[in-house]
C-alpha cells in the first residue's frame, strides 16, 4: 500500500531541517499526517503532533499504531541505533508497510564513532522485516553553513588538508524522501550528493566571501584512520549516486544575501 491511502503518515524528525522540507511536500500532496516528537506541539490542518522519545521508546508503539507509512528523519548526536531499534520493533509489530529512512553517504566506509552508529541504525531499518526505502545522503548545505560559522569565528581558521565534501541541498533531499514515500518500498535505492566536490578550504573561503570578512586559513593535517579515510574520499559519493543541482554557492546566494553598502552576516 503506498503512502496514498487514507492512514496517516508518521514523520519522526518532522520539525527539523530536513522535516521542516519533507512535511510540507507530504502536505501538499493531501497526506494526512502524524509527526513525532519530545516536546508538545500544537495540531494544524492535517497535522496531528505526537509525543515520544525514539531513544527511550516512550509512546511510540501509540505513534506508529494506525500508520502504513513511516518517513525517519530523526537524529542526533548519539542515540541513532537505539532510536531506530525501538522505530523499528514498533512498526513491524503495528504492521507498518513501508519505512522510508535517510542515511549518510560512508556509513560502511567511515572510521568514525557517528557513522558507525549510523550504520547500526541503518541496519535495524533494512534487517526489521519491515518493507523499507533507503536514501543515503552527503552532508546538508545547512550543515556546511554552520561549521563554516563556527569555524570562522576564530582570529586563524584551522583548515584540514584532504577534508572533502559534497554538501546537498536539504530540499533535494527531501523531495527524493517524499518521492519515496509516495511510491512502493524500494530497498537501497541511488545516493544522493551535492552537485560538486570541495575541499574544507574552499567551502569556507566561499563563506568568507559571503559574508564579507576576512581569515588567514591554516593548513593542518588530520591523522589517523581519520584522515587517510577522508584523504581516500571515503565519506564520497561513488559512481551511480544521483546529484543534486544546487550548489553550495547558490546556497549562500540564498542564505547569506548582502545588504546594499555593507557586509554581510549569515542568518539564522
Known sequence: ?????????????????????????????????RVLSRTPRTDTEGITHVRGDLVTGEGVAE??????TVVHLAG?????????????AAAAGAGVE?????????????????????????????????PYSVL??????????KTAAAMTRLPVVPAPGGLRFEPVDAREVAAR?????????????????????????????????????????????VPGKAGRAYRAGDNLALDGAQRGRRSWEEFLAERVAAPAGGPVRPSA
Not at 197 to 212: I, K, N, P, S
Open 1 to 33: 500500500m503506498s503512502a496514498t491511502s487514507s492512514a496517516p503518515v508518521l514523520v519522526t524528525g518532522g520539525t527539523g531541517t530536513l522535516g521542516s522540507h519533507v512535511v510540507p511536500l507530504l502536505r501538499a500532496h493531501g497526506l494526512t499526517l
Open 63 to 68: 505513534a506508529v499504531r494506525g500508520v502504513r
Open 76 to 88: 542526533g548526536p548519539k542515540g541513532d541505533d537505539t532510536a531506530a531499534r525501538n522505530l523499528t
Open 98 to 130: 513501508h519505512l522510508v529512512y535517510v542515511s549518510v553517504i560512508g556509513v560502511d566506509t567511515m572510521p568514525l564513532a557517528w557513522f558507525r552508529t549510523l550504520r547500526r541504525a541503518e541496519e535495524a531499518v533494512t534487517t526489521s522485516g519491515v
Open 136 to 145: 543515503r545522503a552527503t552532508q546538508f548545505h545547512d550543515l556546511v553553513l
Open 177 to 221: 524522501l517524499v518521492g519515496l514515500a509516495l511510491g512502493a518500498p524500494a530497498g537501497r535505492v541511488p545516493d544522493l550528493a551535492g552537485p560538486r566536490v570541495y575541499d574544507l578550504a574552499e567551502l569556507v573561503r566561499g563563506y568568507l566571501a559571503a559574508t564579507g570578512r576576512r581569515r588567514p586559513l591554516l593548513p593542518v593535517r
